[in-house]
């Protein structure tokens, strides 16, 4: 995986009539957050492809997944509270991102609600911060991995498995199996997913 930039200076907005549009239906600070980002998402594609902000054939509605039309591969967006990452690949792919001093008061209840009972014997000896970190890291991968799915994280949140190295994840209920690689930066912890090893070589990341 490579890092990408964003071709344009911080704070100037670029962005599609479209996007004015449905911005224009969001609260304020909403509407801000979601011209920011997409603004910022033009970016880094235009300098990944050599092209204007504006000629980045982007669709990503407000709660929807971001598409981009054929021939231009695929991205996946993630934002935490001081942070987005974009990812792009020529084949399908999700990424995930959170704090890595994200507090889970709650991390064995989580585990209980939404682990696999093979991921929860995994576990079940771990507690403290060896326990957070776990549940964590398999958070950022299980919802890198309905976003490769293009899921829905309340339907299969609780199909998702990964695996104790977690390089790998299988969805139990449709039989899908991705490849998988967590990574740190700075405050925060990545979750990268793909179908095929291969395919990580591919990846660029835009983070901001």
Request: a neutral charge.
């Amino acid at each position: 995986m490579h890092q990408i930039g964003p071709d344009a200076a911080a704070g100037e907005l670029v962005v599609s009539n479209q996007e004015r549009a449905w911005a224009a239906g969001l609260t304020a600070s909403r509407a801000q957050h979601f011209l920011a980002s997409r603004s910022w998402m033009r970016s880094c594609l235009a300098t990944l492809h050599g092209a204007g902000p504006l000629q980045v054939p982007l669709t990503a509605p407000p709660g929807a997944p971001p598409r981009l039309s054929d021939d231009w591969g695929y991205v996946s967006l993630s934002h935490c509270a001081d942070a987005c990452l974009l990812g792009w690949s020529q084949q399908p792919i999700g990424v995930d991102l959170e704090r890595a001093d994200r507090k889970l008061h709650a991390s064995a209840a989580l585990m209980r609600r939404f682990f696999t009972e093979a991921e929860q014997c995994e576990l079940g000896e771990l507690e403290g911060d060896q326990l957070r970190q776990q549940v964590l890291d398999r958070w950022l991968v299980k919802e890198a991995a309905i976003k490769w799915q293009r899921g829905s994280l309340a339907q299969d949140l609780r199909f998702w498995e990964v695996s104790s190295s977690l390089r790998a994840a299988l969805h139990r209920g449709l039989n899908l199996k991705v490849v998988a690689q967590l990574r740190s930066q700075g405050a925060w912890r990545l979750g990268v997913v793909v179908a095929e090893q291969a395919f990580l070589q591919d990846c660029l990341l835009c983070t901001a």
